[in-house]
């Protein structure tokens, strides 16, 4: 896999880490070269859409976020946390009718 901006073949590093960088575009994994990485260079990247962080990683054809830890690029909306709660509504009323009966004396 060669660069993604200039398409140079990426170089086994003599020492220490290597300088290149994994990002995703369009929803793949590229490399950018250290001398790719000038300023502005990550506007073309993919965001993460829980922080905005362009630190992906795509891997087993899911992408996740490095910074913040959110998976899944599939177009999925995330899961809504306003569930109905007529159920825990009638669960409490039932509750306190039979709390009432006690309180009334019976028995
Ligand atoms: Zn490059
Ligand atoms: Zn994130």
Do not use: F, I, N, Y
């Amino acid at each position: 896999m060669g660069c993604h901006t200039c398409g140079r073949r990426q170089v086994d590093p003599d020492s220490g880490p290597s300088a290149w960088r994994r990002a995703v575009v369009a929803g793949e994994q590229v490399l950018v070269c250290p001398d790719c990485q000038v300023e502005g260079w990550t506007d073309g990247l993919d965001r993460c859409r829980s922080c905005g962080s362009t630190v992906l990683v795509k891997r087993l054809g899911e992408v996740s976020c490095r910074t913040c830890g959110a998976a899944g690029d599939g177009g999925q909306p995330a899961e809504g946390s306003s569930a109905p709660s007529a159920a825990r509504e009638t669960l409490a009323d039932d509750v306190a009718a039979a709390l009432e009966r006690v309180l009334r004396g019976e028995g």
